[in-house]
T-cell receptor
């Protein structure tokens, strides 16, 4: 099953913070986060692995709660360039499942 | 430049006319996959390939075929397209799956009338 993301959409002013959540009904080996701007391909943000390892951009932070099968992406001091749709992806048995996405809009 | 390329970028076709969307990567990646993106549903995996001659079904494989004869290429074949296959398609590649970022192609917008 697809992971469930919340909220579906969020609107921020520049400088505000946001949290995007991702949860799965199945045990997770890792969680991927990607951002997609309108009309473009998804772009990698971060991977969180079981056991605590993280790979990704320095300015993005995220958490991975293996027991709760949840991950959260933290966007602090948001900038206009943060606008886009954020997807979490979970991998198991060599296949990849993405959530439906969270649309983030940052306004001046 | 490291990249994933897809062709064509836009395609309008009619029901039942076989078509192929090509995907190629120049990063020597083992893992490649196809996704379709529909409003409100996010990205859904169609097929993936762990290596040459190794392919497997993803979440929504019905109506699609793939092949992986060479490491760099992973074409998506629609033998008899139907209107419900109208969608935005992305090809992606990565060194592996567990713990590796995926690189996405620019997308192919397919309309089946």
């Amino acid at each position: 099953q697809q992971p469930v993301q919340s909220p579906q959409a969020v609107i921020l002013r520049e400088g505000e913070d946001a949290v995007i959540n991702c949860s799965s009904s199945k045990a997770l080996y890792s969680v991927h986060w990607y951002r997609q701007k309108h009309g473009e391909a998804p772009v990698f943000l971060m991977i969180l692995l079981k056991g605590g390892e993280q790979k990704g951009h320095e300015k993005i932070s995220a958490s991975f709660n293996e027991k709760k099968q949840q991950s959260s992406l933290y966007l602090t001091a948001s900038q206009l360039s943060y606008s886009g749709t954020y997807f979490c992806g979970t991998e198991k048995n060599n296949d990849m499942r993405f959530g439906a996405g969270t649309r983030l809009t940052v306004k001046p | 430049e490291a990249q994933v390329t897809q062709n064509p970028r836009y395609l309008i076709t009619v029901t039942g006319k076989k078509l192929t969307v090509t995907c190629s990567q120049n990063m020597n990646h083992e893992y490649m996959s196809w996704y379709r993106q529909d409003p409100g549903l996010g990205l859904r995996q169609i097929y993936y390939s762990m290596n040459v001659e190794v392919t497997d079904k993803g979440d929504v494989p019905e109506g699609y075929k793939v092949s992986r004869k060479e490491k760099r290429n992973f074409p998506l074949i629609l033998e008899s397209p139907s209107p419900n296959q109208t969608s935005l398609y992305f090809c992606a590649s990565s060194l592996g799956l567990v713990g590796y970022e995926q690189y996405f192609g620019p997308g192919t917008r397919l309309t089946v009338t």
